[in-house]
């Protein structure tokens, strides 16, 4: 079983909401995204912002000097938590009814929090939520996905959607009201504190990748739904994703495989890594990838060669 980072317990008082932020080399994004946060927030919600600095540069680096907002409170760390790793050490610093994890690169667009935190007041059933993104470029962006599955690898969504409907709702869809979706995005996260704390926060297992997946999985094995409300609106600049790096790549398929063990049954395991093999060897042939990613999933992805392990305190 993986061991989960406990959130530990903070100050006895519950604020209404608290976000947490993370910052690794991107001062100026996370001075914008909390300015967004203060800026668009009503002022009569009960509301405190943990600004973590995940073991940043130093020149992107930040210092409690750059918030003076009394709300706002910042904590450093030396090294690199991952995302999982980050947010969890950023919530051993507050309590909350509803914790909403929010990336840098991301600002509000609207009173984002106080329509999120009504929805989820009036709807006890749900315990995760997000709002409608949009990209840099003001363009909308879907803000939920699909649950990883064989049937989704092996065949296509369109299909899936016909199939079954309710599990397959439009991901591009513009939506007015409310809808129930398999999972939210990563970016902005309106967790419900009860059901969260009781899974012992995030899985600081998964360092990059995967934790929104296994986050809604794990809900929903509770018995939550999860919700996409799209009056709450933000934006989110890394919403169109640059190629990743040979070590992200990696990365990418050390968390996934994880999730898939941590999920399923071995059979279900070795059959999705067996279709993964095939996938990845024709990629590979055709000069997409290259020979020494192909072979790292051929071998697990171990966790011994994620990024968390080459770090060194400065």
Excluded at 53 to 78: I, K, M, Q, Y
Excluded at 154 to 170: D, K, Q
Excluded at 177 to 185: A, D, I, L, S
Aim: with cysteine; net charge positive; hydrophobic share 40%.
């Amino acid at each position: 079983m993986p061991v989960n980072t406990p959130v530990r317990p903070g100050p006895a008082r519950r604020c209404a909401v608290a976000v947490t932020v993370l910052n690794y080399n991107s001062a100026e994004l996370t001075r914008r995204c909390v300015a967004s946060i203060i800026q668009n927030t009503d002022p009569a919600l009960d509301l405190r912002v943990v600004v973590v600095d995940n073991g940043s540069r130093p020149e992107e680096g930040l210092t409690a000097r750059d918030f003076d907002d009394p709300r706002v409170e910042f904590h450093p760390s030396r090294i690199n938590l991952g995302f999982a790793g980050g947010h969890q050490f950023a919530l051993q610093f507050v309590r909350a009814h509803y914790y909403f994890l929010f990336n840098n690169d991301g600002y509000l667009c609207n009173d984002a929090l106080r329509i999120l935190h009504h929805f989820m007041e009036a709807h006890p059933e749900v315990a995760l939520a997000t709002g409608a993104c949009v990209d840099a470029a003001g363009q909308a962006h879907p803000s939920f996905n699909y649950e990883p599955s064989l049937a989704r690898f092996a065949l296509s969504t369109g299909l899936l959607r016909w199939l079954s409907p309710a599990h397959y709702p439009p991901r591009r869809a513009v939506y007015t009201h409310p809808v129930e979706v398999p999972m939210v995005t990563g970016s902005a996260l309106f967790v419900r504190a009860e059901p969260f704390e009781a899974l012992g926060g995030l899985d600081t297992r998964f360092f990059l990748y995967c934790e929104e997946e296994d986050l809604a999985r794990s809900l929903k094995r509770n018995g939550g739904r999860v919700f996409l409300v799209p009056e709450a609106r933000f934006c989110h600049l890394g919403s169109r994703c640059a190629s990743k790096t040979p070590e992200l790549h990696q990365e990418f398929y050390i968390s996934f495989l994880y999730y898939l063990r941590k999920h399923h049954r071995w059979p279900y395991v070795l059959a999705f890594r067996a279709l993964l093999a095939m996938k990845l060897m024709t990629r590979m042939l055709r000069g997409r990838i290259s020979g020494s990613l192909f072979w790292f999933v051929l071998r697990g992805a171990p966790e011994k060669a994620s990024l968390r392990y080459r770090q060194r305190l400065s």
